[in-house]
């Protein structure tokens, strides 16, 4: 009844299964009668435990069971000529594929199953040629479609090989550096490969035809969300050039280094200078703060280095600036020029960002203590306040408190005056 066209069989299919699909496949219907239905119930047990015999190789080319591996069309949505029989393909011991496409994984079936001793050469979905790695990614007409439209649209030039490998090594020696061009023709032989793989799978199992076009697309595709993750950079002509074709939808601009020239700078006559800083020592998160005021001159006038216990960073630099303008009263300076590296210290006390809570009551007495005298009171690099950076580590070092004078400050402190009061320059590197 699967093989044979006699009359009984014909008979049986129309009383009893009333459609024209194989029998391994065909479903119940609403005219399939009780018997079909009986035996649909039992079917996939029988296939299991059946087995087919070529002998004059009737038994359907598809859905028999011929290689003992299961039926060759299985894992097939779309199957080409579903009344095929084996003796269609197959004669003295010749095959006549004509009518078929095999993939590779189908071919090896056959392959392994040895009942036939035959290698049979895959096809190309596309073009029928050879099915090779080779031929797929490189060698087919869809391939170098793929690729030289790829290749036009980043203005790439890769020689045509049959090689894959020096393909790749084509499009990946073109351009080097940091541009986005060059990131571009590193990634996209990637996608092309990737996209082309899906096309033959789709092409296979799906039964789709492959297109150039729907494969570009594809990878234009996976181009712009790459672009949306990372953003590319634009960093020179090309990348222009790219940008204006709209192959990449975002681009920013490449930040360039500045070289900063910095050294501390005395204060106009009749000022004094407190630079302040705080410290904090990683381990235990101890803090404490340094301060130096130093004239017109450079000259060190007076310095403290203080240590403030458990403490937040902020704290600790909001300390030493209320102790800083404690000595300068104290020691009777009413012109200041108050200088620290904390931005948002100096942005808390100008009343341009809030005060956090922890220091609230230091701030309220920085401000008291500013109205007694003249500051200005502006931000520095840490490059120029390293004297006040070296009292605050000292500090944190030693866990004490002290006063100094020039004569009395640590070695260290002292060669880091020396330094500014000859201007020596700093070196600074920003991102413009
Ligand atoms: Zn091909």
Known sequence: MRTSDALWTRFMRTKHVAVTEHLTTAPASQTSS??????????????????????????????????????????????PSPNLCLRDVLHDNIWHLDQVSL???????????????????SKCPYC??????????????????????????????????????LKLQGWWSNISGKS??????HIVPLFVCWELWKARNRAIFDATTPSATHVVRQILRLIHLVALAHPLSLACMDDDWLLKRGVVPFLKKAKSMQVLSLAWASPPASYVK???????????????????????????????????????NMQAEAMALLEGLHLCISLGMQYIKVELDSLVLLNVINGERRCPWRIDEVIARARVALRQVSFELTHCYKETNAAADSLAKRAVSSGDSKVFDALSLPILTTGLCKLDSRQYPYIRYVRV
């Open 274 to 312: 407190l630079n302040i800083d705080g410290s904090s020592s990683g381990i235990l998160e101890t803090l404490a703060g340094g301060g130096i005021i130093r004239d017109q001159h450079g000259h060190v006038l007076s310095a403290f280095s203080s240590f403030y216990g458990f403490r937040t």
């Open 180 to 185: 986005a061009m060059a990131k571009l023709s």
């Open 128 to 165: 029928e040629s050879t099915d090779t790695l080779a031929h797929w990614f490189v060698e087919c007409s869809l391939a170098t479609q793929v690729w030289g439209k790829l290749e036009q649209l980043l203005d790439i030039r890769a020689p045509s090989h049959h090689d894959i490998i």
């Open 34 to 79: 009780a018997v079909w239905k009986r035996m649909l119930r039992v079917r996939d047990f029988v296939e299991e435990h059946s087995q087919t015999l070529i002998k004059n190789g009737s038994a359907s080319f598809w859905y028999d069971n011929w290689i003992g591996s299961g039926p060759l069309g299985k894992h097939r949505l779309h199957v």
């Open 103 to 121: 993939s590779s994984e189908e071919m090896l079936r056959i392959h392994h199953s040895q009942r036939l001793g035959f290698n049979l050469p």
